[in-house]
């Protein structure tokens, strides 16, 4: 991922409110490691329900607010991300939902699906046993991981395209 700025970041968001914006509390980026990164993940520590998703497409940077539904998974089973395909336990996997961008987010239209509960998938991607670490299979999740968020982006972003 490429480096963002402050401004950079309360500009990209496709389906925040006003409010969500004036409150938008930023990770440190300047203590990024961007080279190791796919997208940008956060949660809102005064909040804990909400959380923040960005990444590039192409020159473009575009954000998603998304929100964690309350409760988790049953303790004791096993959960995937649906963002980068890794099993953990069900405690770290949480739903979470998006408002759709445009009108129909305004009327209370959301999607959701299955994402690692602190949005961290891009370190989950670069931990494993050695083996399972090749530069090619790296290469191979990372491309994956930025597909998949890339989609999911497209679909909460459908809203807006097919007005």
């Known amino acids: 991922m490429r480096e963002v ?13 006003r409010q969500e914006l004036e409150q938008l509390p930023l990770p440190g980026l300047h203590e990024m490691i961007w080279d190791e990164r796919e997208y940008l993940g956060w949660r809102d520590p005064r909040s804990p329900r909400l959380g923040y998703v960005v990444h590039w497409r192409g020159d473009e940077l575009v954000g998603l607010v998304v929100r964690a ?3 988790g998974l049953r303790p004791g089973i096993a959960a995937m991300c649906a963002l980068c395909h890794s099993t953990q336990p069900a405690t770290q996997v949480r ?4 408002r759709l961008a445009g ?4 009327t209370g239209s959301t999607i959701g699906t299955y994402i690692c509960d602190a949005l961290d998938c891009s370190h989950i991607i670069r931990t494993g046993p050695p083996h399972l670490l090749t ?7 990372s491309e994956a991981l930025l597909g998949r968020v890339t989609r999911f982006t497209a679909r909460v972003e459908r809203a807006i395209r097919d007005a």
Do not use: I, K, Q, W
């Open 5 to 17: 700025t402050e401004t950079e970041l309360r500009r990209c968001f496709v389906n925040a409110t």
């Open 95 to 98: 739903m979470f939902s998006a």
């Open 69 to 71: 539904a309350p409760g």
């Open 103 to 106: 009108l129909e987010g305004d």
């Open 135 to 141: 530069a090619d299979r790296l290469a191979s999740r």
